[in-house]
Antibody, heavy 125, light 108 residues
Framework: QEQLVESGGDLVTPGGSLRLSCAAS????????MSWIRQAPGKGLEWIAY????????YYADSVRGRFTISRDNAKNSLYLQMNSLRGDDTAVYYC??????????????????WGQGTVVTVSS | DIQLTQSPSSLSASVGDKVTITCRAS??????LNWYQQKPGKAPNLLIH???SLHSGVPSRFSGSRYGTDFNLTINSLQPEDCATYFC??????????FGHGTKVEIK
């Protein structure tokens, strides 16, 4: 079945780096747009990064731009998030999600229709 | 950035009740509004996309509607398994895409 599995979460000290991975299976990853979304403890959801299927379009939230880098390897059906200069407010569960364009009437709507189980990143000294 | 104001932040209702959650966008976003359900310790699941289209496999007691910049998620006949937090999310034009702060639904 369609599945996303994140890995790489860990406890890291402020200023440190971490690389998250997301393995896709059960669907055509190379045709799919992907995003990273995070959720701080007890808080809501925050979209942080998007990458198109061919990596030619990338967007970041202001909160991570310049520190985080999203990338993908379609040959390995994998999505990545390189996180540098980590801060305490980066502590969160990090989800990868498939971003699908849904066509109804009018322009298409992007929605996150497949999510991984999440990986926990804790930034603390 | 487009802001989403979700209300109420929490509610308590009985099994069988009709429940409505509202999400107000800070500007016109056409029908680019989605709803998700998240249970404790789990990833969110897509319920409604494009303001009113039921995602595949979602029970028909869930429905969505739009009135200008106001969007509603309605649960007809609340069930025990609907105990969860519900988030709205906008995807108008290009990112940043934003989420509402969530509505926690509890069963009386």
């Amino acid at each position: 079945q369609e599945q996303l599995v994140e890995s790489g979460g860990d406890l890291v000290t402020p200023g440190g780096s971490l690389r998250l991975s997301c393995a896709a299976s059960g669907f055509t990853f190379s045709d799919s747009y992907m995003s990273w979304i995070r959720q701080a403890p007890g808080k809501g959801l925050e979209w942080i990064a998007y990458i198109s299927n061919s990596s030619d379009v990338i967007y970041y939230a202001d909160s991570v731009r310049g520190r985080f880098t999203i990338s993908r390897d379609n040959a390995k059906n994998s999505l990545y998030l390189q996180m540098n200069s980590l801060r305490g407010d980066d502590t969160a569960v990090y989800y990868c999600a498939r971003d699908t364009e849904f066509y109804t009437s009018g322009p298409p709507t992007d929605a996150f229709d497949i999510w991984g189980q999440g990986t926990v990143v804790t930034v603390s000294s | 950035d487009i802001q989403l104001t979700q209300s109420p932040s929490s509610l308590s209702a009985s099994v069988g009740d009709k429940v409505t959650i509202t999400c107000r966008a800070s500007q016109l976003i056409a029908n680019s509004l989605n709803w998700y359900q998240q249970k404790p310790g789990k990833a969110p699941n897509l319920l409604i996309h494009s303001a009113s289209s039921l995602h595949s496999g979602v029970p028909s007691r869930f429905s969505g509607s739009r009135y200008g910049t106001d969007f509603n998620l309605t649960i007809n006949s609340l069930q025990p398994e609907d105990c969860a937090t519900y988030f709205c999310q906008q995807s108008c034009t290009t990112p940043p895409w934003t989420f509402g702060h969530g509505t926690k639904v509890e069963i009386k």
